[in-house]
């Protein structure tokens, strides 16, 4: 495979080199997940893993596997030299990082840029963009798309910060310009609070990324948690492929996800699309990226975060389009354009994704660990079929869960022609799943997922919250 460097418009973007050796920076399902894809395309797989995780399901589906560090995750897979030692050891032209980890860590994007090593996202100067909530709030402002009404400048002083609350009007949200994870967030009722909360707050982010500087913003009601999916080349293209609605959280994290939104109208999709790609395009963004909305019940939205990479919930968007986003990925990483134009992105049925943790729901959500004797999904005996579920797993049965990353073990994806058809298959798939050994969340899932609020689309981000009564 020969052909010339792509030179690009875009400065921001790397020159690309071909590359047939793709190393996964990362484990669990979305190592094998990215394996599945570069396979078909005729990659060769590179596998990196820890002392935690030699016989790891990742390891053992991978070309090749490469020990990168002890089990604790930063002495491993957040090594950022280790890693880049493990794609020279291998010959491997390309990293693909999954998502958490080395994702999102522009530090890692210019190494590997200084290294001659294709990064399978964007360029670290698209990440940095972003990065910072404060800093991402004013670009978008000047890229015309709706911000959440708030303050995100530089005087932190406490003064000016409760003026500024004052002025947006209780409730306000503050939250750390450097945030990430739903950490250093909190919600001030009235003014009475907001000094407190102030310092809890800025201690809080200090904590967790070293930094204190606050944004604030109105603290919307009960808005849904909307996003859109975007794609961009090197070529100067972009485009959307729908949204996701990922409202059904649980500590701001989400449990379930749903493709398309139920009850989006085509205008609002078109405009929520059409502003995803510009917050993209205004940064100079090339790979797979979601730009994320809070939707109020009256259909204004507004602007929240863009991140950086590949989502955990990619696959519903997958099966609605018809898309391999891993595949747009490695093409666009490849200097190839984008697959294919807005135009020719339809949406077919609706798709939820359930997440499958190993935690224990009735003791506060604790992880849990051991030995998995078994994990299967028995579809034929549900009356199901492939073209109906998907499970994006990372372990099987006889392997072991550790408590040193991420609890979850797998994703249930599932298509139907409309949303009852899909709920209904959901259903049916979570009762298939046999996980015997360690402790798991099905059974809060299935609560989810035959609850009548749920069925109706009664979709919010407090959902779990307002119905904690029947749900746990
Ligand atoms: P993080 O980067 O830590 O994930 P986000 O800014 O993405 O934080 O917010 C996480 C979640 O918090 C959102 O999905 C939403 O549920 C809630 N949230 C964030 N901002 C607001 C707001 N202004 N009003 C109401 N809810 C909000």
Aim: charged letters at 25%.
């Amino acid at each position: 495979m020969s052909h010339s460097p792509i030179i690009d418009k875009n400065e921001n973007a790397a020159r690309t080199t071909p590359f047939d050796t793709l190393l996964i920076a990362n484990r669990g399902e979305i190592a094998c997940r990215v394996m599945r894809t570069a396979r078909r395309m005729g990659l060769k797989t590179v596998a990196i893993y820890s002392d935690a995780d030699p016989g790891a399901r990742h390891v053992r589906e991978a070309d090749e596997a490469i020990r990168v560090g002890p089990a604790a995750a930063r002495e491993s897979y957040l090594d950022v030299e280790a890693v880049i030692e493990a794609a020279r050891r291998t010959g491997s032209g390309a990293i693909h990082p999954g998502y958490g980890f080395l994702s999102e860590n522009g530090d890692f994007v210019k190494a590997l840029e200084q290294a001659g090593i294709t990064f399978v996202g964007p360029p670290a100067s698209a990440i940095a963009a972003m990065g910072d909530k404060s800093a991402a709030k004013a670009r978008m402002a000047n890229a015309g798309v709706p911000l959440v009404p708030g303050y995100h400048g530089d005087d932190q002083s406490d003064a000016l910060l409760r003026d500024e609350a004052d002025k947006i009007g209780y409730p306000v949200m503050l939250k750390a310009s450097a945030g990430g994870g739903g950490k250093g967030m909190r919600v001030v009722e009235s003014g009475d609070g907001f000094q407190a909360a102030l310092d809890g707050c800025r201690r809080e982010s200090k904590a967790a990324f070293g930094d204190d500087r606050m944004l604030i913003e109105k603290y919307l009601v009960k808005p849904r948690h909307v996003e859109v999916q975007v794609f961009c080349d090197r070529h100067g293209n972009g485009a959307y492929l729908f949204e996701r609605d990922c409202s059904v959280q649980r500590r701001h994290q989400k449990v379930i996800e749903e493709a398309p939104a139920p009850g989006m109208t085509a205008e609002l999709r078109s405009a929520m699309g059409d502003a995803a790609v510009r917050a993209a395009q205004e940064i100079g963004y090339v790979g797979a990226g979601t730009v994320e909305f809070l939707l109020d019940a009256d259909g204004s939205f507004f602007f929240m975060e863009m991140n950086t990479r590949l989502q955990v919930e990619h696959p519903v968007t997958e099966m609605i389009t018809g898309q391999d986003l891993v595949e747009w990925q490695l093409r666009v990483a490849m200097g190839e354009p984008l697959p294919c134009t807005q135009d020719a992105l339809t949406i077919t049925g609706h798709s939820f994704e359930a997440r499958l943790y190993a935690e224990d729901p009735d003791q506060d959500f604790l992880p849990a660990t051991g030995l998995l004797t078994r994990f299967a999904l028995d579809l034929e005996g549900a009356g199901l079929s492939d073209d109906q579920v998907r499970l994006d797993s990372g372990v099987e049965s006889g392997d072991t869960v550790s408590m040193h990353y991420d609890p979850m073990l797998a994703k249930l994806i599932v298509h139907g022609v409309d949303r009852d058809a899909a709920l209904a298959t959901l259903n049916r798939a979570l009762a298939a799943l046999d996980v015997q050994g360690v402790v798991t969340n099905r059974a809060f899932l299935m609560r989810l997922a035959t609850h009548p609020g749920f069925k109706n689309a009664e979709l919010d981000t407090r959902f779990i919250e307002r119905n904690e009564a029947t749900l746990f």
